[in-house]
């Protein structure tokens, strides 16, 4: 059964395939880049289940990232993506990553 899991959020992953080449949650945790860049497909991508990885802390980081970024723009994310909502989050959250935001909400809503 465990190795059903990775298998299941591999198959609905939409940002870390074009972005890193990886296949899986557990690849993109295992480098810098893709710990950077797990917020953005945690935002986009309501299919995941994370459940394998909750324990995991650059995975509950990027969830952390991602909810404060939801809570910010959830308007334009749940009219482009008809998204499931993620827990609000008012926490700060750093715009010098906007212009990677941007283009991750444009290339998701390309390639939908």
């Known amino acids: 059964m465990s190795d059903s899991a990775p298998l299941q959020s591999t198959c609905s ?3 870390l395939p074009a ?3 990886t296949t ?3 690849e993109a ?3 810098a880049r893709g710990r950077r860049i797990l ?4 935002l986009l991508n309501d299919q995941l289940d994370l459940s394998p990885w ?5 995975v509950q980081e990027a969830y952390r990232t991602a909810c404060r970024w939801y809570t910010q723009y959830r308007r334009v994310l749940t009219y482009l993506f008809d ?3 993620l827990p609000l989050d008012s926490g700060p959250i750093d ?3 906007y212009r990677t935001f941007a283009e991750a909400v444009y290339f998701a809503y390309a390639h939908r």
């Open 39 to 42: 917020w953005l497909e945690i």
């Open 95 to 97: 715009f010098r990553q």
């Open 13 to 15: 992953l939409k940002l």
């Open 24 to 26: 899986s949650i557990e």
């Open 19 to 21: 972005y890193l080449g």
């Open 54 to 58: 909750q324990a995991n802390p650059a």
């Open 29 to 31: 945790v295992q480098t």
């Open 83 to 85: 998204r499931a909502p």
